[in-house]
């Protein structure tokens, strides 16, 4: 195990407020990889407080992170046609899909060949090449989701799976879900769940604390004030029998 970082090395971390509820007062969990795991007093959202800048944790989603998932690619692809399958009866033929955080392009892939006009987004060079290349994708594209620009009202379905736990910035994220998507739209989101019945009780043992990796872990009720908080609803939550909330959102 690497050494945990020294004050003068956390002197460019990054400490926030709450982002659900601007609170200030947390609780001490655990360290995990010299990283302060704690919750807010106010809301109980779990979170990295202070954090690493996100120039450091970017840098981490390199070529050798999408591999992980590009050599499972049979099952992803698999998986990501399950996921589409269960939402392409909403939509008529045409229907614009975005999968943001999209990796190497299966969900992309999945819902081009179910009909949709499928694009899709992701931070790691690597991955979007691949899905290019391999799996023949011509509307991926690089960056953060803002930095697309796409426009306003303009995605009938928009999906992020294992996506809203990395971003720094939730409330701008969500913000941005809610602007780009149509007021008949649906979001499709993943995420871990922090109060499932099978996370362990011994907290820091649960193997979805990931430092500079997974910086929030929302339980139905942080996560339903997220989305309120900027013009979002939960419409459905799905059963999950692993730690995970499996929602499906609307407009409010």
């Known amino acids: 195990m690497s050494a945990a970082p020294s004050q003068d090395a956390r002197a ?53 992170y999408s591999a992980i998932y590009t050599k499972k690619a049979a099952k ?19 229907s614009r899909w975005l999968d943001v955080g999209c990796s190497a392009g299966f969900v992309v892939r999945a819902a ?6 499928a694009h899709g987004v992701d931070i790691e060079n690597a991955a979007i090449t691949y899905g290019q ?7 991926l594209k690089v960056g953060l989701l803002h ?12 999906s992020a799976y294992d996506v809203i736990e990395h971003v720094p910035d939730l409330n701008a994220f969500v913000a941005e879900l809610k602007r780009i998507l149509h007021p008949d739209g649906v979001i499709d989101l993943g995420t871990p769940d922090i109060g499932h019945w099978r ?20 339980d139905r009720t942080t996560l339903a004030r997220l989305m309120n ?12 029998l692993k730690p995970g909330l499996k929602v499906l959102l609307r407009h409010l």
Do not use: M
């Open 12 to 64: 460019d971390w990054d400490k926030i407020c709450c982002p659900i509820c601007a609170g200030t007062s947390f609780e001490h969990l655990f360290e995990k990889a010299g990283e302060p795991f704690v919750r807010c007093l106010e809301c109980r959202l779990t979170l990295i407080n202070p954090r690493p800048p996100f120039s450091a944790i970017r840098a981490g989603y390199d070529a050798g």
């Open 76 to 94: 992803k692809l698999r998986r990501a046609r399950r996921r589409v399958h269960r939402l392409r009866r909403k939509f008529v033929a045409g």
């Open 112 to 117: 081009q060949d179910a009909g949709f006009d």
């Open 133 to 139: 290349e391999t799996l023949g994708l011509n509307q």
């Open 147 to 158: 930095e697309q620009a796409y426009p306003a009202g303009h995605f009938h379905v928009l």
């Open 199 to 218: 996370v362990p009780r011994a907290l820091a043992t649960w193997p979805e604390f990931k430092p500079s990796e997974h910086l929030y872990y929302f």
């Open 229 to 240: 908080n900027n013009g979002l609803r939960i419409e459905r939550v799905r059963l999950a």
